[in-house]
C-alpha cells in the first residue's frame, strides 16, 4: 500500500517555472514506477511523465517534453515535476500516481493502482 501527497501547485504566469513533489508513504517505494498525470476541466486525464524504479529511464508526453523534467529520490521517498515555460495550456489538477513495477513503466491512467488527491496548476496568459 502506499499514499501520495502531491505539493507545489499554484497560481503562475506564463513563461514561469514550478516544482511538483509527491511524497510516498511506505517501505518499498523504489519498486515502484512513478508518473504524473493532469486533468484540466472538462478533458479527460492524460499523462505527463513517468520514471523506472530507479530513475534511469524517463518518459514524456510531447507536449511537455523539453519543459518539463520528472525525477526521484529513493532515499526521501518523493518524485518531483519540474515545469519550465510553462503555457496556459497547462493548466489543470496535476495527479502523482504509483504501480509496482520494476521492467515496464506505465503510461496510461489505468495501469497506475495508486493516486494522490491532485494539486491545482493554474498558468496565467
Known amino acids: 500500500q502506499v499514499q501520495l501527497v502531491e505539493s507545489g501547485g499554484r497560481l503562475v504566469q506564463a513563461g514561469g517555472s514550478l516544482r511538483l513533489s509527491c511524497a510516498a508513504s511506505?517501505?518499498?517505494?523504489?519498486?515502484?514506477?512513478m508518473g504524473w498525470f493532469r486533468q484540466a476541466p472538462g478533458k479527460e486525464r492524460e499523462f505527463v511523465a513517468a520514471?523506472?524504479?530507479?530513475?534511469?529511464?524517463?518518459y514524456y508526453a510531447d507536449s511537455v517534453k523539453g519543459r518539463f523534467t520528472i525525477s526521484r529520490d529513493n532515499a526521501k521517498n518523493t518524485v518531483t515535476l519540474q515545469m519550465n515555460s510553462l503555457k496556459p495550456e497547462d493548466t489543470a489538477v496535476y495527479y502523482c500516481?504509483?504501480?509496482?513495477?520494476?521492467?515496464?513503466?506505465?503510461?496510461?491512467?489505468?495501469?497506475?493502482?495508486?493516486w494522490g488527491q491532485g494539486t491545482q496548476v493554474t498558468v496565467s496568459s
Open positions: 500516481a504509483a504501480v509496482r513495477r520494476q521492467i515496464v513503466v506505465p503510461l496510461t491512467s489505468y495501469e497506475y493502482d495508486y
Open positions: 520514471i523506472n524504479w530507479s530513475g534511469g529511464r524517463t
Open positions: 511506505g517501505r518499498t517505494f523504489s519498486s515502484y514506477a
